[in-house]
């Protein structure tokens, strides 16, 4: 698909069409999934861990609203920041 590089091969590619709200545990380093490919490792991407769908439709949103590469790399960066808070702290 013109629109995303990725390492998988899906069995059908759909034309965004909705926004859906997903949740997570966190965000982590992936060899698979290339949300910001090279940004924080080489040779490494951004996932989700452990995700699911809230059940919530973002009819309020276009599908080229939705969070941007850069958004999921700076949560990854906050995330980052929490944690190394919460161990200087304990």
Same mark, same amino acid.
């Given at each position: 698909? =013109? $629109?995303?590089?990725?390492?998988?091969?899906? /069995?059908?590619?759909? @034309?965004? =069409?909705?926004?859906?709200?997903? =949740? &997570? !545990?966190?965000?982590?380093?992936?060899?698979?999934? %290339? #949300?910001?490919? /090279?940004? @924080? $490792?080489?040779?490494?991407?951004?996932?989700? $861990?452990?995700?699911?769908? %809230? &059940?919530?439709? $973002? /009819?309020?949103?276009?599908?080229?609203?939705?969070?941007? %590469?850069?958004?999921?790399?700076?949560?990854?960066? *906050?995330?980052? *920041? *929490?944690? *190394?808070?919460? !161990? !200087?702290? #304990?």
């Amino acid at each position: 698909h =013109a $629109r995303v590089d990725s390492k998988l091969v899906p /069995d059908v590619w759909l @034309v965004p =069409a909705v926004v859906l709200e997903v =949740a &997570g !545990s966190e965000i982590t380093l992936s060899p698979i999934h %290339t #949300a910001a490919w /090279d940004k @924080v $490792r080489k040779d490494a991407g951004l996932a989700i $861990r452990f995700p699911r769908f %809230t &059940g919530k439709y $973002r /009819d309020d949103k276009e599908p080229e609203q939705s969070t941007t %590469t850069e958004e999921i790399l700076e949560m990854y960066h *906050k995330q980052l *920041k *929490k944690v *190394k808070e919460q !161990s !200087s702290t #304990a």
